[in-house]
Nanobody, 127 residues
């Protein structure tokens, strides 16, 4: 089992950058697929990015592709989301989620497929 804590959110001007971190407890983080989701006020939760167990494959929502980068450092039990060229529509609470997997290439874009969740970090992008 793991516990997840997000950090790195804040207020940034449009066009700026932020790097979010998802720090995990436990010694089995290397066997977890990890996603970032976000939820804006009054809107449903949205898939943002995913990284497989091995870190060899990454996936992005069309809305962030080319601007966001997900990466992991299993030695530090941390997954990162580098967000560049931020837009006001990126404003949301960002959460990381993890799922224990046994296939190194497994991933899912559905929030229902993930067992462990962080509490979220607020990202606000001003115009």
């Amino acid at each position: 089992q793991v516990q997840l804590v997000e950090s790195g959110g804040g207020l940034v001007q449009a066009g700026g950058s932020l790097r979010l971190s998802c720090a995990a407890s436990g010694r089995t983080f290397s066997s977890y697929a990890v996603n970032w989701f976000r939820q804006a006020p009054g809107k449903e939760r949205e898939f943002v990015a995913a990284i497989t167990w091995s870190g060899g494959s990454t996936y992005y929502a069309d809305s962030v592709k080319g601007r966001f980068t997900i990466a992991r450092d299993n030695a530090k039990n941390t997954v990162y989301l580098q967000m560049n060229s931020l837009k006001p529509e990126d404003t949301a609470v960002y959460c990381c989620a993890a799922q224990r997997v046994y296939g190194s290439m497994w991933y899912s874009r559905s929030s229902f497929d993930y067992t462990y969740w962080g509490q979220g970090t607020q990202v606000t992008v001003s115009s």
